[in-house]
C-alpha cells in the first residue's frame, strides 16, 4: 500500500519549495518558428528577432508566435492591418495616377508638378516628410491654380515617385556605360555598417560631356578584405550588366587592402580585366607627406592655427582691429575659419585655414602689433 501512495522523486529545489511553503513558479514553455508556417503561409517568413518571432513579407511587420504558433500565425494573417497593407504592396505606382489621355491634360500637369516638387525636395536634401504639409500650403499660396488644389503627394506617394525617378536615373547611367569606357572608383565609410558608395566617372551622351554619378551605395557584408571588397563591386557590376571589359581606371585611397598587387582590390580587378589602371588618391598622399613633414616643427601647425583663431575670435576688439586692417590692405573680409580635429576631412580644412593664416593682412596685422609693442618697450 505504501508504495501505490508513494509519489515519485522530487528534486531538491521542489522539496525546498514545498518545505518554504511558497508556491513553485512555473515557467511557461514558448512555442518556436518553424519552416512548416512558410509552407502553409506564403508570406510569413522567419524574424531576425529571435526564433520566438515570424515576420509578414506583405506588411513589413514582426510577430510574436510564442504563445499560440500556428494560430498566431493565422491571427497575423487575417488581421485587419495585415489585409490592408497586403493590397497596397499589390498595387502598381501607375496605379497613383490617372491614365493620362487626351482630355486630361490637367491631370498630367498634376503629376508633372508632383515630381518635380520630389525632386526639389531630393536635390536639396529635405525631408519627404515635408511634402505631407506641401499640398495644404500650396493651395493656401495659390488658390487659383487648378495644379494647387489637385496635388496629393504626402510622404508615401513622394516615396514612391521616388523609387520610380531613382529607377529611371540608373537605367539611363548603365545605357550611358554600357560597352562604353568609363572609369570607377570607391572607398569605405567610417560607420558602423561598412559601405562601400561607387562612383563612375563615364561620358554624357545628352550633355556632351565628361560627368560624375553615384552607382550605388552597396554594403560590405563579408570582411573588408580586397575580396571582399572585389566581391561587392562584382555584384553591383552584374546586377546592372555591366562588363569589367569597359572599365579602364579604378581609383580608390593608398590602403594596402585597395592597391595591394597579390590581395588587394585591385589585384582581383586585373583578373577579369588585365589592363586596368590604378590611380591613388593625391590628397591622401599629400596628407601623409604634409604630416611627416609637420613632426619636424617645433610647434604643432594645428595649435598655431587654434591660437590664431581663439585669438581674434573671443574678442570683439581684436575682430575691429582685423577689419580695419583688412579694409587698409583693400581686402574682401573674411570670415574666422574654425579648426577641429572632430571634423571629417580634417587635413582638407587645415589646409584651407592654412592659407587664410598665411594671407597678406594676417601679415600685416601681427607685423603692426609687433611695432606697437616695440615702440611701448622703446618708450618705456
Same mark, same amino acid.
Given at each position: ?160 515617385? +521616388? ?5 529611371? !536615373?540608373?537605367?539611363? &547611367?548603365?545605357?550611358? #556605360?554600357? @560597352? /562604353?569606357?568609363? =572609369?570607377? $572608383? ?35 557584408? +563579408? ?5 571582399? !571588397?572585389?566581391?561587392? &563591386?562584382?555584384?553591383? #557590376?552584374? @546586377? /546592372?550588366?555591366? =562588363?569589367? $571589359? ?135
Amino acid at each position: 500500500m505504501e508504495s501505490h501512495n508513494k509519489r515519485p522523486a522530487e528534486t531538491e529545489s521542489e522539496m525546498e519549495t514545498e518545505s518554504s511553503g511558497i508556491p513553485r513558479k512555473i515557467t511557461k514553455q514558448m512555442q518556436k518558428y518553424k519552416p512548416e508556417y512558410s509552407q502553409t503561409w506564403p508570406v510569413i517568413q522567419q524574424s531576425k528577432l529571435g526564433e520566438n518571432y515570424a515576420f509578414g513579407s506583405d506588411c513589413r511587420l514582426d510577430f510574436t508566435v510564442g504563445h499560440g504558433g500556428r494560430d498566431d500565425c493565422r491571427r497575423h494573417v487575417n488581421s485587419k492591418k495585415h489585409q490592408e497593407y497586403s493590397k497596397l504592396k499589390s498595387k502598381r505606382i501607375d496605379s497613383f495616377f490617372k491614365p493620362t489621355t487626351s482630355s486630361s491634360s490637367s491631370e498630367q500637369e498634376v503629376t508633372r508638378a508632383e515630381t518635380l516638387f520630389t525632386h526639389f525636395l531630393l536635390e536639396h536634401n529635405i525631408a519627404i516628410a515635408a511634402a505631407d504639409y506641401a499640398g495644404k500650403l500650396f493651395r493656401q499660396m495659390f488658390p487659383d491654380s487648378a495644379i494647387a488644389k489637385n496635388h496629393q503627394s504626402a510622404r508615401t506617394k513622394t516615396t514612391a515617385i +521616388t523609387g520610380e525617378l531613382s529607377k529611371e !536615373i540608373q537605367k539611363k &547611367l548603365c545605357h550611358s #556605360m554600357d @560597352k /562604353r569606357p568609363f =572609369s570607377l $572608383s570607391t572607398d569605405g565609410s567610417t560607420d558602423k555598417s561598412k559601405m562601400y558608395p561607387i562612383v563612375v566617372r563615364h561620358f554624357d551622351e545628352e550633355a556632351k560631356e565628361i560627368a560624375v554619378s553615384l552607382l550605388s551605395v552597396p554594403n560590405c557584408n +563579408t570582411d573588408a578584405t580586397g575580396e571582399g !571588397i572585389f566581391q561587392v &563591386l562584382h555584384n553591383e #557590376m552584374q @546586377k /546592372r550588366a555591366l =562588363s569589367w $571589359s569597359d572599365c579602364i581606371a579604378f581609383g580608390s585611397d593608398n590602403a594596402s587592402v585597395m592597391t595591394g598587387c597579390k590581395k588587394g582590390c585591385i589585384a582581383y580587378i586585373r583578373k577579369e580585366h588585365p589592363n586596368v589602371y590604378l590611380s591613388g588618391c593625391p590628397c591622401h598622399l599629400l596628407h601623409i607627406c604634409a604630416e611627416k613633414a609637420g613632426h619636424e616643427f617645433e610647434a604643432g601647425v594645428e595649435e598655431i592655427l587654434v591660437d590664431i583663431c581663439f585669438h581674434l575670435n573671443k574678442s570683439a576688439k581684436r575682430m575691429s582691429h582685423l577689419q580695419q586692417f583688412q579694409s587698409l590692405c583693400g581686402k574682401e573680409l573674411r570670415k574666422i575659419l574654425k579648426v577641429s580635429k572632430f571634423v571629417s576631412m580634417f587635413f582638407l580644412k587645415v589646409r584651407k585655414i592654412l592659407v587664410c593664416a598665411v594671407y597678406n593682412f594676417y601679415k600685416q596685422y601681427y607685423c603692426g602689433l609687433l611695432l606697437i609693442l616695440s615702440s611701448l618697450l622703446h618708450v618705456i
